[in-house]
């Protein structure tokens, strides 16, 4: 039986294919790789690793980054996850050389980059495979292959199609005539070698060099449907792509002999390997994969939704990846991470502990140098996808959210109490008049537990005397002497030497003050936030206050 019989679709040669995808011609060095997401849901934050490692190898050695869909699964696909992958990607700062950019978008000249449209150059090299012994038709029904679990199970045995448990591996041309007469649906299977070594040796980058068992199963390569299985397409694609680095998660590693039997079969030079571990999160005394089901943070939706800056994002990923990364970021305050040349040989084996308290400092310290506009505008941005309410308010008046966000920022030692935008809204509420009403009721409670509570006349003359125009020190000197003629201590100090003589110190009126502007004990720097809410809104509040007690 011809090979041409069980491949339909494939219309050129393998020379012919091989001719129309040349090599690359990139400089000695240089990597090429890919990231190659299934659509099948939401893109996990170790799929989104996995695509700044392999991105962040390509473009420190000259390379090229792909975005390959691996969508051969179409009972799986789940309608709009490829302009979810494509948009993360774009949203991460990780967009790819060549690949999709939009739906139905390519760029790159090693195409289609959607592995539902290659089918035709999958075929042509299962035909060659057929051609060589290598590969056979097996119409094994479902029944069958059930049987055989069933039996190898009561055995005691390894599962699977092999030896004398190939039901189709030696089925002579008759057979397979009568088969295809009855009109039975068939796959193409792998011959694995008899002639196989015990052991297959995989040169890792990121683990050394190991031994692992060599394949011995007749896996399917080309499914009843035409379509390819992922390990006949990935070895396919690498090898037309010009893959020279393939990164992925260490749960692929028992795949490795079989993909490395497919190249070695196909005549073609294996790509390096780099299994790195996965992103795991603790469980009480135990570690586990972030699981899609049980944890929101592995989505990238998730930080998104949070509102982290795309550089905290990145270098945590990078931090997990390269533990030398964090000394290198705090004698490189303000580099681009991209500068960072990450090694994968430095990577951790065992496994990245996803840390939220360390993705949360990291954060803090690039939102930290960010400029009062910088973050006005990251604010802005994300409040008009995730709280149009809040958005319309920033937008209201421009200047005055910017001037917030400047608050403590100026200085040598900037402000770095802002993890990601989300925290923003209840941050700031206070600024602004309709949010700070919502707030009174809040702000009575606190302000009854003082004991005891600010005279009157001491908040009026605040309210009246205030200057926005004044310095901090002009308006801490302003302010001590206000305090002094109503029986506040400039300091805890005087305060504590002769606590019957005063109402209390300077900290305690400021914290009053505190209350009533904002509605909490604790605020960034009181001078800025007068500053910022001016003279009118001081004013006003203070006034509002005095009706308090």
């Not at 923003?424 to 509570?453: M, S």
């Amino acid at each position: 039986m011809k090979p041409e019989t069980f491949t339909p679709l494939a219309t050129q040669t393998p020379a012919e294919i091989e001719a129309a995808f040349p090599p690359r011609g990139l400089p000695e060095g240089a990597a090429v790789t890919r990231f190659g997401p299934s659509p099948t849901g939401f893109v996990h934050i170790g799929g989104l690793y996995t695509a700044l490692i392999s991105r962040r190898l390509a473009k420190q050695t000259g390379g090229l980054f792909l975005l390959r869909i691996e969508d051969t699964d179409k009972k799986r696909e789940v309608e709009g996850a490829v302009e979810l992958i494509v948009s993360s990607l774009r949203d991460w700062g990780l967009e790819p050389d060549e690949g999709e950019f939009a739906h139905g978008e390519e760029r790159g000249a090693y195409g289609p980059y959607r592995q539902s449209e290659r089918g035709p150059l999958y075929q042509a090299f299962v035909r060659k495979l057929l051609a060589e012994g290598h590969a056979y038709p097996c119409f094994a029904s479902a029944e069958e292959l059930q049987d055989m679990r069933e039996q190898q199970q009561k055995l005691k045995i390894p599962p699977g199609y092999y030896g004398k448990w190939a039901l189709w591996r030696d089925k002579g041309e008759a057979e397979v005539e009568a088969a295809l007469a009855e009109g039975r649906p068939f796959v193409i299977r792998l011959r694995a070698p008899d002639d196989r070594p015990e052991k297959t040796v995989l040169p890792d980058i990121v683990r050394g060099e190991l031994e692992l068992d060599t394949n011995r199963q007749d896996v399917v390569l080309l499914k009843a449907d035409g379509m390819p299985t992922y390990h006949m397409a990935h070895v396919v694609d690498d090898r037309l792509m010009g893959t020279t680095h393939v990164i992925r998660g260490h749960e692929w590693l028992s795949s490795y002999p079989l993909h490395a039997q497919l190249f070695d079969l196909l005549g073609w030079q294996r790509p390096q390997f780099a299994h790195i571990s996965p992103i795991e999160k603790q469980a009480g005394s135990s570690r586990r994969k972030l699981s899609k089901r049980k944890d929101p943070e592995a989505s990238v939706e998730y930080y998104l939704e949070q509102g982290y800056p795309q550089q905290a994002v990145m270098d945590y990923l990078v931090n997990l990846a390269d533990g030398k990364f964090e000394e290198w970021r705090a004698e490189n305050p303000a580099a681009d991470a991209a500068d960072y040349p990450l090694a994968l040989d430095r990577m951790n084996r065992a496994g990245a502990l996803f840390d939220p308290d360390k993705l949360d400092s990291i954060s803090r310290e690039v939102i930290g140098r960010m400029s009062d506009a910088e973050v006005c505008a990251a604010v802005s941005a994300w409040a008009r996808q995730r709280d149009q309410a809040f958005s319309l308010i920033l937008d209201a008046d421009p200047d005055y959210a910017t001037r917030i966000f400047g608050i403590e920022r100026h200085g040598e030692r900037p402000r770095k109490d802002m993890a990601h935008w989300s925290q923003v809204p209840d941050d700031i509420a206070f600024f602004f008049d309709a949010l700070y009403e919502v707030l009174v009721p809040q702000a009575r409670e606190l302000f009854a537990t003082l004991e005891p509570a600010p005279p009157a006349a001491l908040l009026q003359e605040i309210a009246e005397g205030f200057d926005p125009a004044v310095s901090r020190e002009e308006w801490l000197e302003w302010m001590r002497e206000v305090g002094g003629r109503h029986g506040y201590a400039p300091n805890n100090k005087v305060y504590k030497a002769d606590r019957e003589a005063y109402l209390g110190h300077f900290g305690d009126m400021a914290g009053a003050l505190r209350i009533i502007l904002a509605a909490r004990r604790n605020t960034p720097d009181l001078f800025e936030i007068m500053q910022v809410l001016g003279k009118e809104r001081v004013q006003a509040r203070i006034a509002g206050a005095l009706s308090w007690s």
